[in-house]
């Protein structure tokens, strides 16, 4: 059973910097597109980042390209993203999920909350 | 930026049917992008329901179906059940980067 769960959500200041992880299981990850999404009352659903099976190439939303940065270790099942130079407008739920078949997210993590506040 | 539009909310009784519309336009959708929904229950994550236009993952009830036609895409949900309460929301790619609608919220009466 494919299960997907991520940790390191915290309460950060303007400015600050964090660490999100997702561990993997129930599946070979190293098969896998995987992504990052978050979600907030403001902005909806949105997209954040793609890693490729082998970690290359990345794609990041325009939006966080410069300041977030996604990498996996397949050898530990996990999924990474650093999060630096953060603003009001990331605070949201954090999910990781793994990409399916057409590029769907077929399966999702029960999601972190990073919250920005001074 | 391109916004795939979803009406924000639809209702409808037990048993009827719902159709919740997703508008894009000739960069995402009407390029031939695929469409993938998902239902979300409040307080819990996504969950996969439809994916590359019309496909039901595996345990996805049958009355759930998808289709796309031009610029838009639809999800049906036919013979409406009380568990079918949730949020909706659609999902595409656009140029460089991925899409989600503005999400329907689906209220069974």
């Known amino acids: 059973q494919v299960h997907l769960v991520e940790s390191g959500g915290d309460l950060v200041k303007p400015g600050g910097s964090l660490r999100l992880s997702c561990a993997a299981s129930?599946?070979?990850?190293?098969?896998?597109?995987m992504v990052w999404i978050r979600q907030s009352p403001g902005r909806g659903l949105e997209w954040i980042s793609y890693i490729s099976p082998t970690g290359s190439p990345i794609h990041y939303a325009d939006y966080v390209k410069d300041r977030f940065t996604c990498s996996r270790d397949n050898t530990k099942k996990s999924l990474s993203l650093l999060m630096t130079g953060l603003t009001f407008d990331d605070t949201a739920v954090y999910y990781c999920?793994?990409?399916?078949?057409?590029?769907?997210?077929?399966?999702w993590g029960h999601g972190t909350l990073v919250t920005v506040s001074s | 930026q391109s916004v795939l539009t979803q009406p924000p909310s639809l209702s409808g009784a037990p048993g009827q049917r719902v159709t919740i519309s997703c508008k894009g336009n000739?960069?995402?959708?009407?390029?031939?992008?695929?469409v993938h929904w998902y239902q979300q229950i409040p307080g819990t994550a996504p969950k996969l329901l439809i994916y590359g236009n019309n496909n039901r993952p595996s345990g996805v009830p049958e009355r759930f179906s998808g289709s796309k036609s031009g610029t838009s895409a639809s999800l049906a949900i036919t013979g409406l059940q009380a568990e079918d309460e949730a949020d909706y929301y659609c999902?595409?790619?656009?140029?460089?980067?991925?899409?989600f609608g503005t999400g329907t919220r689906v209220t069974v009466l």
């Open positions: 000739s960069s995402n959708i009407g390029a031939g992008f695929d």
């Open positions: 999902h595409s790619y656009d140029t460089s980067q991925d899409l």
């Open positions: 129930g599946f070979v990850f190293s098969d896998h597109y």
């Open positions: 999920a793994r990409v399916g078949s057409y590029s769907g997210f077929d399966h």
